[in-house]
């Protein structure tokens, strides 16, 4: 009962913190300089159809009663039509979100394959040429501009070699899987797509690696600061003396008990992932929610930005409850307050 009554307080919780969200996001978007009646008539707009449009999308009316309409629409499921792609922003959302979930899944999945046993190495060889590489790759990653990092693999991966795709989800001569996540790889093997698979496997390389090496070099530095901490433990001492294996004492001991701040890191890059892949998205590419949102500031589509906004705030607040969960799952000595 305690753990089902913590979820239900947080997701209470969620509540003003969403609100908070639409006002802040709603009232920025709609003080930005420039008029949305003007960009979708273009530049041959006669002043009285861009009045006419602007009384049609209730632009007009006192930001609060924009403010009332939007909230009021949103409640019961409707976040608006795009004046960009003239769609609902809803069916845009669920369009162009699976490819940027998809891409953080596996950015993540590299960010655990590689960060964690990087950073238990460090721990376990400090101040030794194991210790003093991955520290150096942690830092370059961290240091390095996503943007600047995607070019340099396209040059080299792409242009130079040739032995990966520049970019897009999946090869122009291959289709896609039929439609049930929006997720190629997922769609892939729960259709038997092979060749589906294969190809969105090699075209998720460049742009997942370019947007777990941050990540990486985070989690890396994180695991190896809470491994030192945890491997100076008098139960690491004793556990060594009873004649425990390194991989065991490692693994099933000390890293169990330095996973807290390393799970804390790991919601917080994973949210930062999903709201943060614009650069990513551009320099490969890639149809996804960033540059669906790129998109609808340019043409200041402020359906689409609350949309967007309100989505990755949702997603952001989820993660975060997972990994409250996840404290209590590795340490059962807590309590749910």
Same mark, same amino acid.
């Given at each position: 009962?305690?753990?089902?009554?913590?979820?239900?307080?947080?997701?209470?919780?969620?509540?003003?913190?969403?609100?908070?969200?639409?006002?802040?996001?709603?009232?920025?978007?709609?003080?930005?300089?420039?008029?949305?009646?003007?960009?979708?008539?273009?530049?041959?707009?006669?002043?009285?159809?861009?009045?006419?449009?602007?009384?049609?999308?209730?632009?007009?009316?006192?930001?609060?009663?924009?403010?009332?309409?939007?909230?009021?629409?949103?409640?019961?499921?409707?976040?608006?039509?795009?004046?960009?792609?003239?769609?609902?922003?809803?069916?845009?959302?669920?369009?162009?979100?699976?490819?940027?979930?998809?891409?953080?899944?596996?950015?993540?999945?590299?960010?655990?394959?590689?960060?964690?046993?990087?950073?238990?190495?460090?721990?376990?060889?400090?101040?030794?040429?194991?210790?003093?590489?991955?520290?150096?790759?942690?830092?370059?990653?961290?240091?390095?501009?996503?943007?600047?990092?995607?070019?340099?693999?396209?040059?080299?991966?792409?242009?130079?070699?040739?032995?990966?795709?520049?970019?897009?989800?999946?090869?122009?001569?291959?289709?896609?899987?039929?439609?049930?996540?929006?997720?190629?790889?997922?769609?892939?093997? *729960?259709?038997?797509?092979?060749?589906?698979?294969?190809?969105?496997?090699?075209?998720?390389? *460049?742009?997942?690696?370019?947007?777990?090496?941050?990540?990486?070099?985070?989690?890396?530095?994180?695991?190896?600061?809470?491994?030192?901490?945890?491997?100076?433990?008098?139960?690491?001492?004793?556990?060594?003396?009873?004649?425990?294996?390194?991989?065991?004492?490692?693994?099933?001991?000390?890293?169990?008990?330095?996973?807290?701040?390393?799970?804390?890191?790991?919601?917080?890059?994973?949210?930062?992932?999903?709201?943060?892949?614009?650069?990513?998205?551009?320099?490969?590419?890639?149809?996804?929610?960033?540059?669906?949102?790129?998109?609808?500031?340019?043409?200041?589509?402020?359906?689409?930005?609350?949309?967007?906004?309100?989505?990755?705030?949702?997603?952001?607040?989820?993660?975060?409850?997972?990994?409250?969960?996840?404290?209590?799952?590795?340490?059962?000595?807590?309590?749910?307050?």
């Amino acid at each position: 009962m305690g753990a089902i009554r913590f979820i239900v307080k947080r997701l209470i919780l969620m509540l003003p913190i969403l609100l908070g969200i639409t006002i802040l996001t709603f009232f920025i978007s709609n003080t930005i300089p420039g008029d949305p009646a003007r960009l979708i008539l273009g530049p041959k707009a006669t002043p009285e159809g861009i009045e006419r449009l602007r009384e049609e999308m209730g632009l007009n009316d006192p930001i609060y009663v924009q403010y009332g309409k939007y909230m009021y629409g949103l409640v019961q499921g409707d976040f608006g039509k795009s004046t960009y792609s003239q769609q609902a922003v809803s069916e845009d959302l669920k369009r162009y979100f699976p490819a940027t979930f998809e891409l953080t899944l596996f950015s993540m999945f590299l960010t655990v394959l590689i960060g964690i046993p990087f950073g238990i190495i460090s721990a376990n060889k400090k101040d030794k040429i194991p210790d003093q590489i991955t520290r150096f790759m942690a830092l370059t990653g961290v240091a390095m501009p996503a943007f600047w990092l995607g070019i340099i693999l396209l040059l080299f991966f792409y242009l130079k070699i040739g032995i990966l795709p520049g970019g897009g989800r999946i090869d122009s001569w291959v289709s896609p899987p039929e439609a049930i996540t929006g997720m190629y790889t997922i769609d892939s093997l *729960l259709t038997g797509n092979w060749e589906a698979l294969k190809s969105s496997l090699i075209h998720l390389i *460049l742009p997942g690696f370019t947007q777990a090496a941050v990540t990486i070099g985070m989690i890396t530095r994180m695991t190896r600061s809470s491994m030192l901490e945890v491997l100076r433990s008098d139960y690491i001492r004793t556990a060594y003396a009873k004649g425990g294996s390194e991989n065991r004492v490692l693994y099933g001991h000390a890293l169990q008990n330095g996973m807290m701040p390393i799970l804390t890191l790991m919601g917080m890059t994973f949210g930062h992932a999903l709201g943060g892949s614009v650069l990513v998205e551009s320099v490969f590419s890639w149809p996804g929610l960033g540059r669906y949102a790129v998109n609808a500031i340019n043409y200041l589509d402020f359906p689409a930005v609350m949309g967007v906004t309100i989505l990755i705030a949702v997603l952001f607040i989820t993660v975060n409850l997972i990994i409250d969960i996840l404290y209590h799952v590795i340490d059962p000595r807590l309590k749910y307050e």
